[in-house]
């Protein structure tokens, strides 16, 4: 599958509407645009359709939740690991980090 618009900058909501085309009726005679998103997500993208002149419907899609903690073999194999991935940068899903960190973490 490939996208018909993608940020050709930032990665972000704010990425994403710097390339958004503005709402064009001779162009685009549906004025709507679907957005699944998660719980967490910020307004931005949505403000910014809307001030784009887009009608946004706003659906919360998936609920971000915190993991429960690893078995205690698991957590004890991890104290060690000096960086931790995620896929969102949003702060709640920092919690999950369940190791001690060793003198220097990425």
Known sequence: ???DLVPSGEQSAAGLLEDWPPYDPVFDPI???FLPRADI???TLV???IELGWEVDDVTAYRTVRASPPPADT???IK???SMPF???RPPLCGTWSGSPGSRTT
């Open 75 to 77: 957590r004890e194999a």
């Open 1 to 3: 599958m490939k996208p």
């Open 47 to 49: 403000a910014g359709l």
């Open 87 to 89: 896929s969102s940068r």
């Open 31 to 33: 004025d709507r645009v």
């Open 41 to 43: 997500a910020t307004e």
């Open 80 to 82: 060690g690991v000096a």
